[in-house]
């Protein structure tokens, strides 16, 4: 059954010192503005990928870095590249090799680099590419845009020559493809969006099948137009993530949604933050099967920060991580470690120059070495740490509920606060570290509490 479900939900995790193998740098390894696309990860590192100006014109990059971040080598590409473009994509093989796409360039869009970054052959189809997916049965698909048509095109990932291209996609007004899967039976699920460019676009689902010779649609309907901005399959049931078209003087809603093997919706759930922009973009499954996604987040006072959150796969909220440094930081990409922790690629906008930035945290989002989010104003917590109880002291009168997580950022009670005071028994927690969150109807704020019986 068909089912919309809306949720406001907002759980700020403090980005604590307790983290192991975490980190957030930059890289002022280039002479001018660099911009971190991709994140690629290996058994030994990361590898980053995006286009910076050298030598007066726009080069491709490729910094290898060790697990811990530290530059191993870096390469830099002249495609011809005319600017730095507004899409890239990316993808590997079992052997570790790397397909990826750019745009703005008259010559190539599309570049097979071997693990250590040697070129392996670069190609120019008369398209912009906007996905790249590397198949299990050995093919390579990209996902094209030719002002307002879309397809899919089958490739020879050892030459990188055309094998077979679907049926076309076509509308009266310029089309993109955003996301791109596969489901276990090899139909290929593209989502397709008009008019992205001002954010004001809708997105609609196609479902291919293997050959490529049928398409059946089917999209997401809202009062307002969505954009679909990441895919994965779980259980042949596809994950999106996106945001609501944008406005004048907010940009704050975005939504995770779920779709069957046909295209119907089982749930859709809407985010709003009480930020001046907060979207989503990109997300992972993490190993317990639940929703890790990518987006920016700023306000009047702090004008660029990295936003992480974690969800069930019901779209319900886990916990959120917002990671800064002392420049505005913007994320581009996310993947998964070997770990179970995240890593995200992006740029930090510094006085004199952009440069590429490597976020690696844990399980939970959390990080060592960015700005602490101030504890909450509103709440006197003693003692803290707490052996065998803790209060809770306001500034006013509250009517609420606490929340109290784990690192994990599961939920492990919840009471609720009527007054100005109210005391909690910490004997009902194992010792260690957790997260409290204060919930009223006009706010939420968050801190942190540590248990030592």
Request: charged share 15%; with cysteine; aromatic share 10%.
């Amino acid at each position: 059954m068909k089912k919309i479900i809306f949720t406001i939900v907002l759980t700020f995790a403090v980005i604590g010192s307790f983290a192991q193998n975490t980190f957030m740098k930059s890289y002022n390894d280039f002479e001018n503005d660099a911009w971190g696309d991709q994140v690629i990860v290996s058994v030994d590192g990361y590898l980053i990928s995006g286009v910076c100006l050298k030598d007066n014109i726009y080069q491709l990059f490729l910094m290898k870095t060790d697990l811990y971040g530290n530059k191993q080598w870096l390469n830099y590409y002249d495609f011809d590249i005319t600017d730095h473009g507004n899409w890239s994509t990316s993808d590997k093989d079992d052997d570790n090799n790397i397909y990826m796409a750019f745009e703005n360039s008259s010559t190539t869009n599309l570049v097979k680099f071997s693990p250590t970054g040697e070129t392996q052959w670069a190609v120019k189809f008369p398209d912009n590419i906007y996905q790249v997916k590397y198949m299990d049965n050995g093919e390579l698909l990209i996902a094209v845009s030719q002002g307002n048509s879309v397809k899919i095109k089958r490739v020879d990932p050892g030459t990188g020559s055309l094998i077979a291209e679907s049926v076309p996609i076509t509308s009266t007004t310029p089309l993109i493809t955003t996301t791109m899967s596969v489901l276990s039976d090899n139909t290929i699920v593209l989502s397709v969006s008009s008019n992205v460019w001002n954010n004001a676009g809708a997105s609609t689902l196609y479902y291919f099948t293997p050959d490529l010779s049928t398409v059946n649609s089917s999209g997401l309907q809202y009062s307002e137009s969505v954009v679909h901005r990441s895919s994965s399959v779980i259980n042949d049931e596809l994950i999106s993530v996106g945001h609501i078209a944008q406005y004048a003087t907010t940009d704050n809603r975005s939504y995770v949604s779920k779709y069957d093997t046909s295209g119907s919706v089982d749930f859709a759930n809407l985010i709003l933050y009480p930020s001046r922009v907060a979207r989503l973009s990109k997300h992972v499954i993490n190993y317990q099967d639940q929703i890790v996604a990518l987006g920016e987040y700023s306000t009047s006072d702090i004008p660029g920060m990295v936003l992480l959150r974690g969800m069930t796969l019901d779209g319900d909220s886990l916990w959120t991580s917002l990671l800064t440094m002392n420049e505005m930081v913007k994320g581009y990409d996310l993947k998964m470690t070997n770990d179970g922790g995240y890593v995200v690629t992006g740029r930090t906008f510094a006085v004199s120059k952009e440069m590429p930035l490597l976020i690696k945290t844990n399980a939970a989002g959390l990080i060592v070495g960015s700005k602490q989010i101030s504890q909450p104003d509103n709440i006197l917590v003693y003692p803290n740490p707490a052996s065998d109880q803790v209060v809770f002291e306001f500034v006013e009168k509250t009517n609420g509920s606490i929340i109290v997580t784990d690192l994990s950022g599961h939920k492990c009670i919840e009471f609720e606060v009527n007054g100005l005071s109210t005391v909690f028994d910490t004997r009902q927690l194992e010792q260690g570290v957790y997260f409290y969150t204060l919930k009223t109807d006009s706010s939420v704020s968050t801190g942190k509490l540590l248990i030592n019986h």
